[in-house]
Every structure is written in C-alpha cells, then in structure tokens.
C-alpha cells in the first residue's frame, strides 16, 4: 500500500502519517525478504541456545540482519563480549552513510537532532531503500513521523518473524531446523541479486559466488572476506574501464 499523493488531506494529522508508514510495509517485497531472514536469525538464536527473551531484544535493540549474525554467532562460540561488541562495531559501520544520506531527507530548519535518533536507529537496507522510494510522496514536515512509523512496522515483522524461528527451531527434527537456518544466506543472497542495477552489481555478485568454492579450499577462515572483496575489486576494475571508454 503505497502513500497518499503530497496534497491529500490525509497528512494532517501525525497519528495518520503514523499509520501510513507502517502501512507502507505492505507494499514493498522487501518485507517479505526481511520476514525469511529473521525466521532465519530466530533459528540461529536457538540453536546457539540463547532465550527467546534475548533473542527479541536483539533484535530490537540492533535491527540489522548481518550484525545480530554476527553477535549471536560470536557470543555463541564462546567469544567474550567486548570481542563481540567490537566485531559488531565494524558491521555496523557500513550504515553510516546510509544514515548520513536519508536523514537529510527528513530534516525542516526546525528539526531538532533528539527528534532524529529515532529515526536513525531504523535505518537498515530496507528502511533506507524504501525512504527514497517513499518519502518524496511525504510532506517535508511529517517525514520524520512517517519513518517512526515505517521502522516500526519492520521491527514487528521482524519480531514477529525471530518468534515464529526460535519456536520452529526448537519443535522440528534436526533437518527442517538446519533448513531454516539456510532461509538467512537465502533470504541475503536473493535481496541482494535483487538490488543489483548495473553491471558491475551482477559481475560482483556472480564472482563472489564462483570465486568462494575456490577459496574454501585454503581454509583460511575468512574465505567470504577475500572471496568479496577479489570479486568487488574486478567488478570495480571492469566498470572503471568501462567508463573510461
């Protein structure tokens, strides 16, 4: 369900906006990628046997799909919490420009910064995505209101999703819960396949997958990291060349 046009009376009031916003995640497939991916997160939480209770405040607390990965496979494997604090730093590091780009979006000269913490907290892939599909269709005043709303009807299918995980994790027999656990690689590899715009995008992703089974081979324990970034720097170099001609 899309928002109403700029000039509908509907915008009045910010309890209305409020609801629009968490509408809106309706209208964009990305909710239902955000929905297989935490089915996954609440599977993994359980099998690395942290409660439900803990599960559900990390992700409400972190809200980002890579990052509580991270966490959980950390904690899980007997790291210490500052080690795991720090290792989700660096994922979460990758947002930043994501928030630097979409709150200037919501921003009037009377915005205070405490009315845009909030809002910064939300910022993840999706939300980020769908504030520039969005927001243009949302009077300047009422952005900030429309993102509140937006995050948080991401963060309920994301609870709701990490909920019905951990339940399947722990009633189904191993291979259904190993099938679950896959949903999370799934759910990313598909998301990002889908966003991939240029060519560069597609070479990327596609040497990524065929450069990692030969890495593998060494064993080096970061296969994914050089895998990445080797498929990145010629997709890179492809789209460089491609340019300069």
Request: charged share 10%.
């Amino acid at each position: 369900m899309a928002p109403p046009n700029l000039d509908s009376g509907r915008w009045k009031s910010h309890s209305g906006t409020f609801a629009w916003g968490m509408l809106s995640v309706t209208s964009t497939v990305l909710s239902l990628v955000l929905f297989a991916t935490y089915i996954g997160i609440g599977a993994l939480a359980h099998e690395a046997r942290f409660s439900l209770a803990w599960a559900l405040a990390s992700t409400l607390f972190v809200f980002a799909g890579p990052a509580q990965i991270i966490l959980i496979s950390t904690l899980g494997s007997g790291a210490t919490v500052i080690q795991a604090a720090i290792a989700v730093t660096v994922s979460a590091i990758r947002l930043f420009p994501m928030v630097v780009s979409v709150l200037p979006m919501m921003r009037t000269p009377q915005t205070k910064r405490r009315q845009l913490m909030l809002a910064a907290h939300f910022v993840a892939i999706t939300l980020w995505v769908e504030c520039f599909r969005l927001l243009p269709k949302v009077p300047r005043d009422r952005r900030i209101t429309f993102v509140h709303g937006l995050g948080t009807g991401l963060v309920t299918i994301c609870l709701t999703a990490t909920t019905i995980g951990y339940a399947l994790a722990a009633n189904l027999a191993g291979p259904f819960a190993a099938a679950i656990l896959l949903l999370t690689p799934l759910a990313f590899l598909l998301s990002t396949a889908r966003n991939c715009r240029q060519l560069s995008d597609i070479l990327a992703l596609l040497l990524g997958l065929a450069l990692f089974p030969l890495v593998a081979r060494f064993r080096t324990g970061v296969d994914i990291l050089i895998s990445g970034v080797a498929a990145g720097t010629i997709a890179y170099a492809v789209h460089w060349w491609r340019e300069r001609q």
